[in-house]
């Protein structure tokens, strides 16, 4: 089972040099480990490309727990879809929710051929890029 992700755990970065961010939102009245627990349409801080450059951009927990709900909204867990590209990174140490993988119309980890600066970079000869 997915370990809880709530307010202050990590979202992964995604394609283009986009960084983690910390997770804002999570419920009112729901804390796991004396922090609220992230749902389905919580937010993190936006980021953008410092390398395009691209501008700032909002993100939000698109997947979560098909079996658990906080607030009428599935529960989020490591692991879970950010509606950008990236996935819940961090969470609890000692707190598991539900099933293996969640609900919500996530994008996963932003994969597919990469962006236009991600083939940018690719095409030079970086080795922190190129196998």
Sequence with gaps: MPQ???????GSGHSCHFPPTLATGGSPDV???????????DAYVPHGCPVCPQPLHGRKLAAGSSTVFINGKPA????????????AQTGSPNVFIGDERGSGS??????????????????????????
């Design 4 to 10: 809880a992700h709530r307010r202050t755990d990590i």
């Design 31 to 41: 804390f796991v480990n004396n922090k609220p627990l992230m749902r389905v349409g």
């Design 76 to 87: 989020g867990r490591i692991g879970d879809a950010i509606d950008c590209g990236g996935q």
């Design 106 to 131: 996530g994008s996963g980890s932003g994969g597919g051929g990469g962006t236009e600066c991600q083939k940018n970079m690719a095409s030079q000869s970086m080795p922190t890029v190129r196998g």
